[in-house]
């Protein structure tokens, strides 16, 4: 992976022309200072949607340590739900090449980018994390948008996670389909879809990817784990994507990472017109950031058919 951590992909990113992004609801501090500091690392142009009278005190109170917020353009927004329908119409005019979440609610931001800028893939999140004890960045999907996939949607959503891998510089990405055992189990359901899903792999309905499952997450990312269990798989113990059962499983997953392994993630979401920053309301600035590179890297992608 040419990015094992995120600082060379903050570096590479840092080299591409800034992507203009609309801004949904900027009218918090961390998504403003997020914006901010993406904007002075030269990832994106941000326009700003969201109530001018929150929006501009928070402004000049950042220009402080922020020059750049000095040139952010507003659109001026009422609620949430308006700056979200705004976002959209800033991407149908051509305005904006990128949408961020801001300070409101998944399901209100998502709704109408649902209504219009679907395509034929189905929107998924997927969580890019960088944990010191792993070689390389590990992509972790979907714990953010489709709640209980059934087995067509995990291979959607499994495509579009080897898709941002390919992006990322991984030409043949190890994908690990995750249960709690590496055995299939008629009483675990999720065993029976990573066999399939496997399957699937094998037959050219999922492309890109060597893909194997089920795996326990320890199998997943330990190759002695692996070892010990007499697994013999070419993704056990190396994998680039975990893909989860479902979204509670991969959420609780994704924060145990960052809460208790001092993980940074970004968030981004891909299937829709434009790629879409999604992070969660507590995340850091530098969770922002990185997902504001993603979306450059995204935006000028060069991927090896
Ligand atoms: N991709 C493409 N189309 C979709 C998707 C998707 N991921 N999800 C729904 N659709 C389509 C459906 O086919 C249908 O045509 C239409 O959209 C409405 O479908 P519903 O009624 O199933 O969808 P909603 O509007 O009830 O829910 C969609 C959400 C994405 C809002 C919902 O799945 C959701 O709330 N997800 C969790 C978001 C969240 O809270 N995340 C935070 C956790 S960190």
């Keep these: 992976m040419p990015y094992p951590h995120f600082d060379a992909l903050l570096?590479?990113?840092?080299?591409?022309?800034?992507?203009?992004?609309?801004?949904?609801?900027?009218?918090?501090?961390?998504?403003?200072?997020?914006?901010?500091?993406?904007?002075?690392?030269?990832?994106?142009?941000?326009?700003?949607?969201?109530?001018?009278?929150?929006?501009?005190?928070?402004?000049?109170?950042?220009?402080?340590?922020?020059?750049?917020?000095r040139n952010a353009q507003i659109v001026a927004a009422a609620s949430a739900e308006e700056a979200a329908e705004l976002g959209?119409?800033?991407?149908?005019?051509?305005?904006?090449?990128?949408?961020?979440?801001?300070?409101?609610?998944?399901?209100?931001?998502l709704h109408p980018i649902l209504a219009k800028l679907r395509t034929k893939q189905r929107l998924s999140h997927v969580f890019v994390t960088d944990i010191d004890t792993y070689p390389k960045l590990l992509l972790i999907s979907d714990a953010a948008i489709n709640i209980s996939p059934d087995l067509a949607?995990?291979?959607?959503?499994?495509?579009?996670a080897i898709q941002l891998a390919r992006i990322l510089g991984v030409d043949e990405p190890k994908a690990?389909?995750?249960?709690?055992?590496?055995?299939?189990?008629?009483?675990?359901?999720?065993?029976?879809?990573?066999?399939?899903?496997?399957?699937?792999a094998d037959r050219g309905q999922i492309e890109g990817a060597l893909v194997d499952g089920?795996?326990?997450?320890?199998?997943?990312?330990?190759?002695?784990?692996?070892?010990?269990?007499?697994?013999?798989?070419?993704?056990?113990?190396?994998?680039?994507?975990?893909?989860?059962?479902?979204?509670?499983?991969?959420?609780i997953l994704a924060k145990d990472l960052e809460y208790l392994a001092g993980a940074s993630l970004a968030g981004i979401v891909l299937g829709a017109q434009v790629p879409i920053?999604?992070?969660?309301?507590a995340d850091p600035a530098r969770a922002r950031l990185v997902s504001a590179a993603l979306v450059a890297l995204i935006q000028h992608q060069e991927v090896k058919p």
């Design 11 to 69: 570096a590479e990113a840092a080299r591409l022309p800034p992507v203009s992004v609309a801004v949904v609801d900027a009218t918090e501090e961390h998504v403003l200072r997020g914006a901010c500091d993406a904007q002075a690392q030269g990832f994106l142009e941000p326009i700003l949607i969201g109530d001018p009278t929150i929006l501009e005190p928070l402004l000049r109170r950042l220009e402080q340590d922020c020059p750049a917020a």
């Design 88 to 109: 959209v119409e800033l991407v149908e005019k051509g305005r904006a090449q990128a949408l961020m979440k801001g300070h409101l609610h998944s399901d209100t931001f």
């Design 176 to 200: 690990a389909i995750l249960s709690a055992v590496e055995v299939i189990n008629p009483a675990i359901p999720s065993t029976i879809d990573a066999a399939c899903l496997s399957k699937m």
């Design 153 to 160: 949607t995990k291979a959607a959503i499994l495509q579009n």
């Design 214 to 251: 089920p795996l326990a997450f320890d199998n997943a990312i330990s190759k002695e784990a692996a070892r010990i269990k007499g697994i013999r798989s070419s993704v056990a113990g190396d994998a680039d994507i975990l893909l989860v059962p479902d979204l509670v499983s991969g959420n």
């Design 277 to 281: 920053i999604l992070n969660s309301r």
